[in-house]
């Protein structure tokens, strides 16, 4: 129903994509555009404008989507990140939504659905199978939209159950379409060598999540979320260099600041990732 609350609505945010700069090219020295998770921000997303405007002010070129930011109806949604000047192409949704989430991805015009994460009492060989059995179903349906399924892989993903782990279920058994959504923090985490997995899988990579891992050695495939084990890019111990040139000759294009915890206040952090990313030679 058109109301005059709607139209001031409609209006401001018309206003906004007015007052924006069309979407922006990279301006950074390796010519990679970087973007932002916004789970990084979950907790500074009350005022959604405010928060894409800092984004984008900062330098990044696009926004991965979290399930916190799908309270509005999905063609304001995007007409609000779009009119920021920023590139919307792929979102985080929650494992048991994802076939009633197809609509509302498809209004976003969003490329990729990403799961990006298994419930602890998924992680075992029967949960890990009942999950590809949803994936592969749940990719059929999305391809006939013209929209990727990925997944985002955690250290859990690497722990020994049995005789393999839950890594090697997906890679086997999942559907050859399904993307790889690789966060280089949470793979080193689980004594992973990223490169590698990078190499070998490249027909699948799509995305590269970035983080830095604060401390050498004492690798885990149990989630610790101790905010000590992370930091901002470039003042850990992960070879970014290494891993963006790797990751550009394989044709990645999408690259997330996707920091679970930070000591710092939240633009601190967001301009820490920024200054070194925007400034490497690679």
């Given at each position: 129903?058109?109301?005059?609350?709607?139209?001031?609505?409609?209006?401001?945010?018309?206003?906004?994509?007015?007052?924006?700069?069309?979407?922006?090219?990279?301006?950074?020295?390796?010519?990679?555009?970087?973007?932002?998770?916004?789970?990084?921000?979950?907790?500074?997303?009350?005022?959604?404008?405010a928060?894409?405007?800092?984004?984008?002010?900062?330098?990044?070129?696009?926004?991965?989507?979290?399930?916190?930011?799908?309270t509005?109806?999905?063609?304001?949604?995007?007409?609000?990140?779009?009119?920021?000047?920023?590139?919307?192409?792929?979102?985080h949704?929650?494992?048991?939504?994802?076939?009633?989430?197809?609509?509302?991805?498809?209004?976003?015009?969003?490329?990729?659905m990403?799961?990006?994460?298994?419930?602890?009492?998924?992680r075992?060989?029967?949960?890990?199978?009942?999950?590809?059995?949803?994936?592969?179903?749940?990719?059929?349906?999305?391809?006939?939209?013209?929209?990727?399924?990925?997944?985002?892989?955690?250290?859990?993903?690497?722990?020994?159950?049995?005789?393999?782990?839950?890594?090697?279920?997906?890679?086997?058994?999942?559907?050859?379409?399904?993307?790889?959504?690789?966060?280089?923090?949470?793979?080193?985490?689980?004594?992973?060598?990223?490169?590698?997995?990078?190499l070998?899988?490249?027909?699948?990579?799509?995305?590269?999540?970035?983080?830095?891992?604060?401390?050498?050695?004492?690798?885990?495939?149990?989630?610790?979320?101790?905010?000590?084990?992370?930091?901002?890019?470039?003042?850990?111990?992960?070879?970014?260099?290494?891993?963006?040139?790797?990751?550009?000759?394989?044709?990645?294009?999408?690259?997330?600041?996707?920091?679970?915890?930070?000591?710092?206040?939240?633009?601190?952090?967001?301009?820490?990732?920024?200054?070194?990313?925007?400034?490497?030679?690679?």
């Open positions: 129903m058109f109301t005059r609350r709607n139209a001031i609505k409609t209006m401001g945010l018309a206003t906004a994509a007015m007052l924006a700069p069309a979407t922006q090219a990279a301006n950074t020295r390796s010519g990679l555009s970087f973007g932002v998770q916004m789970f990084t921000v979950r907790e500074h997303i009350k005022d959604l404008p928060m894409l405007k800092l984004i984008q002010s900062i330098g990044y070129t696009s926004i991965e989507g979290y399930p916190l930011i799908y509005r109806p999905a063609r304001e949604l995007k007409e609000l990140v779009h009119g920021f000047g920023l590139e919307f192409y792929t979102g949704f929650d494992y048991a939504t994802l076939d009633e989430k197809l609509d509302y991805a498809t209004e976003l015009g969003l490329k990729t990403i799961c990006p994460w298994l419930e602890e009492p998924m075992t060989e029967a949960g890990y199978g009942a999950a590809v059995k949803k994936f592969n179903h749940f990719i059929e349906l999305a391809a006939q939209r013209g929209i990727d399924f990925g997944y985002h892989f955690h250290n859990y993903d690497f722990h020994l159950l049995g005789k393999e782990r839950g890594f090697d279920i997906l890679m086997r058994e999942l559907d050859p379409r399904a993307r790889i959504e690789l966060d280089v923090f949470w793979v080193t985490e689980a004594g992973e060598d990223p490169i590698k997995l990078m070998r899988y490249a027909n699948r990579l799509r995305m590269i999540h970035i983080k830095d891992r604060a401390i050498k050695g004492d690798y885990t495939t149990i989630m610790n979320f101790d905010p000590k084990r992370m930091t901002e890019a470039g003042k850990g111990t992960i070879d970014w260099p290494t891993v963006l040139r790797v990751a550009r000759k394989l044709g990645v294009k999408e690259y997330y600041v996707d920091q679970d915890y930070t000591a710092l206040p939240i633009e601190d952090c967001l301009r820490q990732n920024w200054a070194y990313l925007s400034a490497l030679v690679i």
